[in-house]
T-cell receptor
């Protein structure tokens, strides 16, 4: 079945540096790729998503890129700040009639 | 606008007991989905309800069940609890049916510990 692998499981970066989290999916029919951020004690929150007809999407300091040929997509966070510390989850699906398949999560630590 | 409310936030049960968790979605949202979150396993989909009907079900045993009421509030039940059921149970609501392409708004979760 569909599988989403997420790397790394933990990422520690200096404040102000960039962070990149990568996910690989197995089903080439996947066409929706959201990223969720989960802060301590809270539920995940959508931060950005991309659909298969787009190669890149940006929203201020965050961006997502999609490589359909290689079946991977990445989250890029620039100029990291302490409030970026959280667990980030990627997911993939084939559309509204299918469920999201989630990656295992990446714990992002921003060092002051 | 109130968010997704889950109750209780924390609970401790013993093996063999059963538990019922509640989820109140955002007003106007008709889809409620449930997830089990364990360390290192990400989010595992349990089921989705839309208009009081189960629309999709994940790969969990029949001990896990749920329902949705006419006001869109949802409950999930786990019977004959096992140690491995210890987890954070999250619910999410969305406007439209289908978790695969819609923005999900999550609650803070119910943390279940089974002793």
């Amino acid at each position: 079945g569909e599988n989403v692998e997420q790397h790394p499981s933990t990422l520690s970066v200096q404040e102000g540096d960039s962070a990149v989290i990568k996910c690989t999916y197995s089903d080439s029919a996947s066409n929706y790729f959201p990223w969720y951020k989960q802060e301590l004690g809270k539920g995940p929150q959508l931060i950005i998503d991309i659909r298969s007809n787009v190669g890149e999407k940006k929203d201020q300091r965050i961006a997502v890129t999609l490589n359909k040929t290689a079946k991977h997509f990445s989250l890029h966070i620039t100029e990291t700040q302490p409030e970026d510390s959280a667990v980030y989850f990627c997911a993939a699906s084939k559309g509204s009639n299918y469920q999201l398949i989630w990656g295992a999560g990446t714990k992002l630590i921003i060092k002051p | 606008k109130a968010g997704v409310t889950q109750t209780p936030r924390y609970l401790i049960k013993t093996r063999g007991q059963q538990v019922t968790l509640s989820c109140s979605p955002i007003s106007g949202h008709r889809s409620v989905s449930w997830y089990q979150q364990t360390p290192g396993q990400g989010l595992q989909f349990l089921f989705e309800y839309f208009s009081e009907t189960q629309r999709n079900k994940g790969n969990f045993p029949g001990r896990f069940s749920g329902r949705q009421f006419s006001n869109s509030r949802s409950e999930m039940n786990v019977s004959t609890l096992e140690l491995g059921d210890s987890a954070l149970y999250l619910c999410a609501s969305s406007l439209a049916e289908g978790t695969g392409a819609n923005v999900l708004t999550f609650g803070a979760g119910s943390r279940l510990t089974v002793l």
